[in-house]
Nanobody, 117 residues
């Protein structure tokens, strides 16, 4: 399984970005997709997750109401729409895939998001 993340960039505080993550290979049919982020000097932290279908999305408290995760199963792609970005959202964002729904086994290469004040 390969994950290709894209969509990062530089944006001013209050702005928006949409990240995409395309999965290829033998993904299986009921996997969970998630987004994580890492800033220098901090541990990687969970941002959001999206079940294959029929379940509710889950968000970290610090992005609730600002970020929305969605997926297009036909394209094996997950998105992270980010609004009202803050400088503290600056990080490398990683997408990940969990075949089991618990352990994220596959990771994308990361995409840099920089929010200027």
């Amino acid at each position: 399984v390969q994950l290709q993340a894209s969509g990062g960039g530089l944006v001013q505080a209050g702005g928006s970005l949409r990240l995409s993550c395309a999965a290829s290979g033998r993904t299986g049919r009921s996997y969970v997709m998630g987004w994580f982020r890492r800033t220098p000097g901090k541990e990687r932290e969970f941002v959001a997750r999206e079940p294959w279908r029929g379940g509710s999305s889950t968000y970290a408290d610090f992005v609730k109401g600002r970020f929305t995760i969605s997926r297009d199963n036909a394209k094996d792609t997950v998105y992270l729409q980010m609004h009202s970005l803050k400088p503290e959202d600056t990080a490398i964002y990683y997408c990940a895939l969990s075949p089991s729904g618990t352990i994220y086994r596959y990771w994308g290469q990361g995409t840099q998001v920089t929010v200027s004040s």
